[in-house]
T-cell receptor, first 116, second 112 residues
Framework: QKEVEQDPGPLSVPEGAIVSLNCTYSNSAFQYFMWYRQYSRKGPELLMYTYSSGNKEDGRFTAQVDKSSKYISLFIRDSQPSDSATYLCAMSPKDAGGTSYGKLTFGQGTILTVHP | EAQVTQNPRYLITVTGKKLTVTCSQNMNHEYMSWYRQDPGLGLRQIYYSMNVEVTDKGDVPEGYKVSRKEKRNFPLILESPSPNQTSLYFC???????????FGPGTRLTVL
């Protein structure tokens, strides 16, 4: 079983829709949770960053972490064609020592297309 | 402009022909790492480096080598490439304890 599971999609939605992207994980040591966005032929770039449980909002994007269920979500409101990309969740334990130093474990990525 | 650069961006080679993919960052980051990205498998870490002359294996290090002689550079070496190393490779950097990675644009490698 993979440490982080993410539905690869693809997911296709009309412009203006609310998009929900999700990841589940098995490692209870994960404390930092991130969402990266990757446009075609580009490297991933950080979109949202949260520590421990709770919600974080940034414009049209909301990240939620439910540590009790080992489940994280990214919501995109009023989705736009420019949101079309691959979205990767990533997680990291708090401790930075040894071989787990700042290590990120990524999900497989969800391909999202927002059509006009 | 703060950035991570990789060269080459695209490479087609043959089995067994040694190659090097360069990576350079201009943000004075201590931490650098290499990932490969394959369909259905996401990003997997190959090697990482916490600082100059300090490197360690990631999850999929077999068939790869790295070196970190300067803080800004972290080349990835394939001594004898094989077709199963055909992949999209990303270099990334971050400051010492930060989880935010700055990624390069990627190198698409095909080994025939």
């Amino acid at each position: 079983q993979k440490e982080v599971e993410q539905d690869p999609g693809p997911l296709s939605v009309p412009e203006g829709a609310i998009v929900s992207l999700n990841c589940t994980y098995s490692n209870s040591a994960f404390q930092y949770f991130m969402w990266y966005r990757q446009y075609s032929r580009k490297g991933p770039e950080l979109l949202m960053y949260t520590y421990s449980s709770g919600n974080k909002e940034d414009g049209r994007f909301t990240a939620q972490v439910d540590k009790s269920s080992k489940y994280i979500s990214l919501f995109i409101r009023d989705s736009q064609p420019s949101d079309s990309a691959t979205y990767l969740c990533a997680m990291s334990p708090k401790d930075a020592g040894g071989t787990s130093y700042g290590k990120l474990t990524f999900g497989q990525g969800t391909i999202l297309t927002v059509h006009p | 402009e703060a950035q991570v650069t990789q060269n080459p961006r695209y490479l087609i080679t043959v089995t067994g022909k040694k190659l090097t993919v360069t990576c350079s960052q201009n943000m004075n980051h201590e931490y650098m790492s290499w990932y490969r990205q394959d369909p259905g498998l996401g990003l997997r870490q190959i090697y990482y480096s916490m600082n100059v002359e300090v490197t360690d294996k990631g999850d999929v290090p077999e068939g790869y080598k790295v070196s970190r002689k300067e803080k800004r550079n972290f080349p990835l070496i394939l001594e004898s490439p094989s077709p199963n190393q055909t992949s999209l490779y990303f270099c990334a950097s971050s400051s010492s304890l930060a989880r935010r990675r700055f990624f390069g644009p990627g190198t698409r490698l095909t080994v025939l």
